[in-house]
């Protein structure tokens, strides 16, 4: 019974990691396809790549420290998406968190660092937190749809926080360039590997996968969530209030991304800086589809995008191909993922004889369903 | 050869035989009446006719010709309409858009204003006057029914198939319809009516072949038959003798009270009128009736999922009128849904999460919001067990089970819940004959613990052998309560029908 | 005073065309069901596709006819996803998005390299309509502009015949509310839809072009600046009408129009905040709008026989 099980375990991780696999090689080829046409060559490319995000210590550090906001992204796409939300503000949630974490970060004298730390983390996830729940207030109180309200707070937040440090933030003693103060050393994470920039924050990104796979799958809260974004009829039914999932989920979204925002001044960068994330946002939702919404999907595909983004710029150096090549490769392999009915494309061209009739014989209807 | 001869028609959906060996033959100019309980097969003998199935044996022969009619667009060509019980007209679109859309004459650029010129002439030849320029949204229900016959008359229908339509009329708009049709025929165009309503089909039909069970019982014609009685036990078939193993029951208290309920839907169309009873602990209270009479619209305000407009009820003496969802299931409510798929269960979810749908909330499914999964897991293995549901294990997903077991886990799911009143709708629809025993033996069991049981169904066998009293619904109001020891299928049939003595 | 009038005016009109003429092609793939997530990165592609035909051949008609085919073949795949393997339309719009961000700065980096230069091309100049720009105050504004602008104000009463008073629009009409109707007519759904999404496809190859090559003159990264989504929500705050998304994205654009006033007057109000003005008033007016009338009720939903 036991080896059963185990069998069964192996299957459903083998049925469940094929598509995504498939997907990545066939991007990857789409990738390779294109790089050719520009008159690069494809091997000299990927070996670089592979040398940038895996070669050495030095570059696994690194493909790690990328992966980590791709991450906190990605978990904010997933969380929203579990209570059938659309979450495409993850860049303009990172944004805000990064400005709460940074200002606590900066402002706080005279904390020890097991204080302070905590301290701004928390901040950033607030930042983001509030930020994404105004989605899901403007979407629950006026139905306006999230697919636009998040774009549009995304630039909104990009250029506040471009006034912030170009204005109340600056630091003026650190010259002309638009940056703020410098994140105290209480509140710096600590780092953990000479050579490369590999920060504690790492801890952090287990926690937060700890944290998703606790909440949607142990705890009420959760399940709610998830009954609700997979069938919300049946949840009304059961006595679900849909609006007020749908508000706490877009703010722990919003706190995820927030976190990963601040993280990354806080761990990465130093100091807030204007246009410092590079497209984290939008990438999290690649990373949250390859990785099908799951924990350990998410991990593994941030740890992918994060190789991809750390391997780009030896590319770049090695094989003078552009870095945003990556991009492409990305866009390919979300649509190979969602693609997935496309492999069945002898039964989409057989399936052409009308059975329209919404028959209301519930005897028939449950034949025909099997 | 009649005008239209449909021959040992028969078919086939997997495993069910939704028409068996029927053979329909109808005259030209005449109202034809196609009459038989849900489930008879009528919808799916028209569908076939309108080219939404291919037929598994038999054929069809149209003005005398063999035909083989493969979509609905060569059944238009031939000359057959269909009025669906659903509408296929689109609300945002005006009247004479609905009416040319598709068709093959149309030029590039619309000519809307002769074509409304055409329309016009031949509504007011069947003396329906309806303005074309205006949006179907703002029509009424029988007036777009009524559209619906002139789109299948102006693309030169010959044939008119009508599927339940005084389904969604006022008394007033019947008259209207059948107007129509009596005009209709006058000008020599033929009428197949499908209907459960015996009184509509005496006043307007000529003749009427009776399904049952897929079956054609009979052909008679109207004038032939003496009264809706006769009609009424051809229906539903001939008073057969039961074998119930029920005991007495043992009534206790008042469980569920009901006074005066009324509700709209939201055309703002009375679907409940004045309903009025009362269900007490340990016996089972059938609800009969053709579907669509109000039953799943009481059902649905009793358990808080649809407005009340008028009226109340109690459940143990509280007034839970109104109250949302999550209040009544706090009054130890449980509900089988009749539509399991969209209420009852979450496809892409286990059955353990399933399982757990309607208490997780409470100890000791989950303390202080966290679940207990292993106490979840443990209590899910033994509801399988006790309510035979079969499946590889507790961790497989609910859409993947057949329509037998996810029904299984449901009612497990319900009666775990030790519940006060239980209702149950349709519960053994779709269902084979094992599971429905079984279904409906934990029914019984719950009755004889004591739970006042509120049973929704459309197979009068299940509401005879199961019910202690059974209440006939009809157009939204309550026909009569009937003793179960006293009931037959004829006095049951009749009621349902809305005849009343 | 009044030359600033005539100035936000000719500006907003500017301004207003790149989300006009986007949103006039999502009108017809919305009414259809379709609802394109990916404008923003067509019309990414639209801006550099006629870049780089403008200068191959020096002609930026050339240019604008490039940046249309290839936005339209990018177009068909999003069709392809959306339509006949019924994927998730926002999805396959966001991943067309990513796709054309790198394609187009992989493509500048290879094509222009990252000299700081900026090559001359030919672009859409303005053509003064005679005696008619004359007029006080609007003339100038209305009358001065460049051919895109001209075709985008005219195709607005030429999109409303086309909705209203087609075969054709009938049917993208019907398919995008009520398709299994359309089925039983004999109306091929997934062929209308189709051909809706061609069109959006087109029309944003066209705002592209017109974003690089009219309003600016070269290719920039990033610059269509998410007017893709403000076309997207110009339909929603117009309800779906061609009229109607001529007046949002006039009132989208004066956003933009009035951050240029507004910096230019050194008025003191940080330049971010005027960034942000037409993004709050697309916020606002979603929020207003949302209540729906139009919105077509099979909307974003695939659409399959069984």
Redesign the interface.
């Known amino acids: 019974m036991a080896a059963n099980s185990i069998q069964k375990k192996a299957e459903s991780l083998f049925k469940s990691s094929y598509y995504p696999l498939i997907s990545i090689l066939m991007a990857l080829l789409g990738g390779g396809i294109i790089i050719s046409a520009l008159g690069f060559s494809p091997i000299d490319a990927y070996r670089a790549l592979i040398k940038g995000s895996f070669g050495n210590a030095n570059a696994i550090g690194e493909t790690l420290v990328k992966a980590s906001p791709l991450i906190f992204t990605g978990l904010s796409y997933a969380i929203a998406k579990r209570c059938g939300i659309i979450n495409l503000g993850a860049e303009g949630q990172l944004y805000a968190g990064a400005l709460t974490g940074t200002l606590v970060g900066t402002a706080l004298t005279g904390l020890p660092m097991a204080i302070h730390l905590p301290l701004a983390i928390a901040a950033g996830f607030l930042g983001g937190a509030i930020f994404g729940m105004l989605v899901g207030v403007l979407k629950t109180r006026f139905g306006a749809s999230e697919l636009i309200t998040t774009i549009m707070l995304n630039y909104i937040a990009v250029s506040f926080i471009s006034f912030c440090v170009t204005g109340p933030m600056k630091d003026t003693a650190a010259g002309s360039f638009p940056q703020s103060k410098q994140i105290l050393a209480s509140a710096r994470f600590p780092h953990l590997m000479e050579g490369s920039r590999l920060h504690a924050g790492i801890f952090v990104v287990i926690l937060a996968l700890l944290f998703y796979y606790f909440f949607m799958w142990r705890t009420t809260r959760g399940y709610q969530m998830r009954v609700i974004g997979l069938n919300s009829t049946a949840g009304h039914y059961a006595g679900m209030n849909l609006k007020t999932n749908s508000i706490l989920s877009m703010f722990l979204a919003g706190g995820m991304a927030g976190i990963g925002g601040s993280m990354e001044i806080m761990a990465v960068q130093f100091r807030l800086l204007q246009d410092f994330s590079s497209n984290y946002g939008f990438d999290g939702i690649a990373v949250a589809l390859l990785g099908n919404n799951s924990p350990i999907g998410i991990a593994l595909s941030g740890i992918l995008f994060g190789a991809l983004r750390s391997g780009s710029g030896k590319m770049q150096m090695l094989a003078q191909v552009p870095s945003a090549v990556i991009y492409m490769i990305q866009g390919f392999i979300i649509l190979f993922v969602i693609g997935r009915e496309m492999f069945n494309l002898s039964k989409l061209i057989k399936n052409k004889k009308q059975i329209l009739n919404p028959c209301n014989d519930e005897t028939v209807k449950e034949a025909e369903s099997k | 050869m009649a005008f239209l001869e449909m021959k040992h028609v028969t078919k086939r959906f997997k495993s069910v035989v939704a028409n068996d060996d029927v053979s329909l033959s109808v005259e030209k100019g005449e109202v034809h009446a196609l009459l038989g309980e849900n489930g008879a097969g009528k919808s799916t003998l028209m569908n076939i006719l309108y080219g939404m199935y291919d037929q598994s044996e038999g054929e069809i022969y149209f003005h005398g010709e063999k035909v083989h009619i493969k979509d609905t667009k060569q059944a238009i060509e031939l000359g057959i309409g269909m009025v669906h019980q659903h509408f296929m007209l689109i609300p945002a679109l005006t009247v004479i858009e609905n009416v040319i859309l598709g068709l093959k004459e149309n030029n590039m650029v619309l000519d809307l204003n002769s074509a409304a010129e055409k329309f016009k002439e031949m509504a007011k030849k069947y003396n329906m006057e309806i303005d074309p320029w205006t949006r179907v949204e703002n029509l009424s229900v029988g007036q777009q029914q009524r559209l619906e016959i002139l789109k299948a008359l102006y693309r030169n229908a010959d044939l008119l198939i009508l599927d339940e339509p005084t389904a969604v009329l006022t008394p007033q708009e019947v008259v209207g319809l059948f107007d129509m049709v009596r005009k209709l025929t006058s000008e020599g165009k033929t009428v197949i009516f499908i209907s459960h309503k015996l009184a509509e089909i005496m006043e307007i039909c000529d003749r009427c072949t009776v399904l049952r069970q897929g079956k054609v019982a009979t052909t008679v014609a109207i004038k032939d038959v003496k009264n809706k009685e006769d009609l009424a036990i051809l229906m539903v078939g001939k008073n057969v003798e039961l074998v119930t193993r029920k005991k007495e029951a043992t009534v206790g208290e008042e469980i569920l009270r009901v006074e005066n309920l009324c509700a709209v839907n939201q055309d703002k169309r009375p679907v409940l009128i004045d309903v009025s009873f009362s269900l007490l602990a340990g016996e089972i209270l059938g609800i009969c009736g053709v579907d669509g009479n109000g039953q799943s619209e009481m059902v649905k305000c009793i358990t808080g999922l649809h407005k009340v407009k008028s009226g109340k009820y109690f459940i143990k003496s509280t007034d839970c009128t109104n109250e949302t969802p999550k209040q009544v299931l706090k009054h130890k409510i449980a509900h089988i849904p009749e539509d399991r798929h969209r209420m009852g269960m979450i496809k892409s979810m286990n059955i353990e999460e399933n399982l757990i749908l309607m208490c997780y909330d409470q100890p000791p499914y989950s303390k202080h919001g966290i679940l207990n999964w292993k106490w979840i897991d443990k209590h899910s293995e033994e509801l399988c067990k006790t309510y035979n549901i079969k499946t590889p294990s507790i961790k497989e997903m609910a859409g993947n089970l057949s329509g037998g077991n996810q029904q299984k886990f449901v009612v497990g799911r319900e009666l775990d819940r030790d519940p006060d009143l239980l209702i149950a709708v349709h519960p053994s629809r779709g269902l084979d004959i094992g599971a429905t025993k079984y279904v409906q033996s934990r029914i019984v069991e719950e009755r004889d613990k004591g739970t006042a049981v509120l049973l929704v169904s459309t197979e009068l066998d299940e509401l005879l052998e199961l019910s202690d009293r059974i209440l006939v619904m009809y157009g939204g109001k309550v026909m009569g309560i009937v003793d179960q020891k006293v009931a037959t299928r004829e006095y049951l049939g009749k009621l349902m029908a809305g005849i009343t003595e | 005073m009044i030359d600033g009038i005539t100035s936000f005016l000719a500006s907003d009109i500017r301004t207003a065309t790149p989300i006009m003429i986007a949103a006039l092609g999502l009108v017809f793939s919305e009414r259809a069901g379709i ?1 394109n ?1 990916g404008t923003e990165g067509l019309m990414l592609i639209g801006a550099l596709m006629g870049v780089i035909g403008s200068l191959t051949t020096g002609s930026v008609l050339v240019g604008a006819i490039v940046a249309i085919a290839v936005t339209m073949f990018f177009s068909l ?1 999003f069709g392809f ?1 959306t339509i ?5 339309q ?3 719009g ?10 187009t ?3 500048n ?2 094509v222009f390299g990252v000299s700081t230069s900026v090559p001359k091309i030919d672009v859409f100049d303005r053509v003064a309509i005679p005696v008619l720009s004359k007029i006080p105050v609007i003339g100038e504004a209305f009358f001065n502009q460049s051919i895109p602008v001209y075709l985008a104000f005219l195709a607005v009463p030429a999109a409303w015949f086309v909705l209203q ?4 629009g ?2 993208l ?2 398919v995008g ?2 398709p ?8 091929n759904v997934l062929k209308t839809r189709y051909q809706a999404v061609l069109f959006s496809g087109f029309m944003a190859g066209l705002a592209g072009a017109f974003v690089s090559m009219g309003q600016l003159s070269f290719f920039t990264e990033g610059m269509i ?2 007017r893709g ?1 403000m076309a ?2 110009a339909v ?1 705050f117009g309800n779906y009408t061609p009229v109607g998304v001529m007046f949002a994205a006039l009132i989208f654009g004066a956003g933009e129009a009035m951050q240029y006033r507004l910096q230019a007057a050194n008025t003191g109000i ?1 330049y ?2 005027l ?2 003005l037409p ?2 008033i ?2 606002v007016a ?3 709008m ?3 009338s ?1 919105k ?2 099979a909307s974003a939903v695939p659409y ?3």
């Open positions: 609802v997530i795949i996803f006949t393997v019924r994927a998730d926002t999805v396959v966001t991943a067309i998005n990513i796709f054309a961000s790198g394609l700065i992989t493509l980096r290879v008073k087609t075969n054709i009938l049917k009409r019907a509310e009520h299994k109707a359309c089925d039983t007519v004999g109306i600046a998410g989504f997207l929500a929603v940080p971010q905040f960034v942000m993004y709050l697309t916020v979603i929020c207003m949302s209540r729906r139009n077509p009720a399959s026989k069984e």
